[in-house]
């Protein structure tokens, strides 16, 4: 059967892959006994992310023994976030799973997510609270949770979890890149979804060693400004640049002040270095209100309605009007066709065939043949 006549499946389980072939059997195991025994349909689709150990030829034969694998593999290691960009544009379940290939997330917790979302949840984040990983990776991760808690404030207690379920109109409106899947439930909070957290059971880790180290800290806090950035600043730039550039800007006006009092009393200033300081703090101090100010002027010029809002359902009597099609949607086969709504308008203009044109064009050209007594 082709792939447009198969029935769309319910969950789409999506698991990136990176050196993990030992554990692919066993995940692939659990995963399609969990989905199975809900009944509703499901496929698995692995991200191979540039493996070097043979995951890449194991996902392949996953793919050729059960049909309702599908893998993508990468030339070379880009990262979780590229991986779950690259998946989440091809899912085609109502119900999206992520979880890690490392065993650690457990697959027969798969109900109790789909159930969250049945609910009425739109995001369920799994939450490890009780983690078996050692504390060079437990410590840093938790004093990581609380400043993206505080700052967001999104009450998670476990953002950097793989182990999440969303709802398919959620993937439909988040963008990921470079190491945004650590927020993507800061993102979906910013666009108002129904946001919760489910505890899991995490399990040691059987094979393999983990891919992240220390560095990923520090990642994780600079993606953190970036996402508060693009989530609560990002219709206001000058919010974000000029509370800290009014603040600057304010003490280093004060110290000059303070100095220009000094002056008038009669002390030298050539030798304070408060002067310099008082300089350095008002220069950067407008600095930051200036980018403040160009995101702005790029904010008028660059954004769309879809990143400002997000539609959870209409209820209009009045429907809405057809979008201009563009060419290729005129000649898709994919699907109907879009009728331009000037079309009607044009059909009453004639057509002019450019051998007519060029006949006209030839004839305004000839010189009049002139009378004679005989045509008289």
């Known amino acids: ?32 006994a969990s989905c199975e025994s809900m009944g509703r349909g499901h496929e698995i689709l692995f991200v191979n992310d540039g493996s070097r150990d043979g995951s890449d030829r194991k996902l392949d034969e996953l793919a050729e023994r ?10 070379r290691n880009f990262g979780k976030s590229p991986a779950l960009a690259a998946a989440f544009e091809r899912v085609r379940g ?4 992520t979880l890690d290939a490392d065993l650690q997330d457990d ?13 009425g949840a739109d995001l369920v984040s799994g939450w490890k609270k009780r983690r078996h990983d050692p504390i060079g990776k437990t410590a840093p991760s938790k ?12 009450p998670l207690r476990d953002f950097n979890c793989g182990f999440k379920a969303y ?9 990921v890149y470079g190491g945004f899947h650590r927020f993507l439930p800061v993102l979906a909070g910013a666009k108002g979804f129904r946001i919760e957290q489910l505890v899991v059971n995490h399990r040691p880790r059987k094979h393999g060693v983990s891919k992240f180290g220390v560095k990923r800290f520090f990642d994780g806090i600079l993606d953190l400004l970036t996402v508060l950035l693009v989530t609560k600043y990002r219709t206001r730039p000058l919010h974000f640049f000029g509370l800290p550039g009014m603040m600057l800007s304010g003490v280093g ?22 002067l310099t300081l008082g300089v350095l703090l008002t220069i950067t101090g407008f600095q930051f209100l200036g980018f403040g100010l160009l995101g702005e002027l790029l904010v008028r010029t660059t954004i769309t309605p879809r990143e400002i809002y997000s539609i959870r359902g209409t209820h209009e009597r009045i429907p809405p009007l057809e979008r201009i099609a563009a060419p290729d949607d005129l000649t898709s086969q994919d699907g109907p066709r879009i009728i331009d709504p000037s079309a009607d308008t044009r059909r009453d203009l004639p057509v002019v065939p450019p051998e007519a044109v060029a006949q006209t064009a030839a004839a305004s050209q000839t010189p009049p043949t002139p009378s004679t007594p005989e045509d008289a």
């Open 1 to 32: 059967m082709s792939a447009r006549g198969e029935a769309r499946p319910g969950i789409s389980v999506v698991i990136p892959v990176f050196d993990e072939v030992d554990s692919l059997e066993e995940l692939y195991q659990g995963v399609t």
């Open 66 to 75: 059960d049909p309702r694998v599908r893998v993508i593999h990468f030339r």
């Open 94 to 97: 109502q119900v999206v799973m």
């Open 107 to 119: 697959p027969a917790m798969i109900p109790d997510f789909v159930e969250r979302i049945d609910a």
């Open 143 to 154: 004093v990581f949770n609380w400043m993206v808690r505080r700052l967001s404030g999104i």
């Open 167 to 175: 709802r398919i109109e959620c993937i439909r409106e988040l963008s």
């Open 253 to 274: 006006v004060s110290l000059l002040l303070y100095l220009t009092v000094l002056w008038f009393f009669g002390q030298p200033l050539h030798e304070r270095p408060l």
